[in-house]
């Protein structure tokens, strides 16, 4: 059972943007906080961004002034929104967010950044 789904994944020249974003299938949640991590190939899952309910955020250093976390809470909608992309930037990236006390992931979506 899918319970989060990305999307907005894809292929990008170095230096574009995409933007990624997180929702409840069939709205059965709401996502007013929760965080994108990422996976590449042979590597580990790092934090990406997170942001509280109250709207408090924080960024891996590597994506600091490039990468936007945000959230719709009408659209309940966890966003991403990544600029200034780098090939180093290639990843699976996964959001997630806390509904009680179980933390919910979503599949992933793969973002690929080359010339």
């Known amino acids: 059972q899918v319970l989060l789904v990305e999307s907005g994944g894809g292929l990008v020249q170095p230096g574009g943007s995409l933007r990624l974003s997180c929702g409840a299938s069939?709205?059965?949640?709401?996502?007013?906080?929760g965080g994108w991590y990422r996976q590449a190939p042979g590597g580990q899952r790092e934090m990406v961004a997170l942001?509280?309910?109250?709207?408090?955020?924080n960024y891996a250093a590597s994506v600091k002034g490039r990468f936007i976390i945000s959230t719709d809470n009408t659209q309940n909608t966890l966003y991403l929104q990544m600029n200034s992309l780098k090939p180093e930037d290639t990843a699976i990236y996964y959001c997630?967010?806390?509904?009680?006390?179980?933390?919910?992931w979503g599949q992933g979506t793969q973002v690929t950044v080359s010339s």
């Open positions: 997630n967010t806390l509904v009680g006390d179980t933390l919910y």
């Open positions: 942001v509280s309910s109250g709207g408090t955020t």
């Open positions: 069939r709205g059965i949640f709401s996502i007013t906080a």
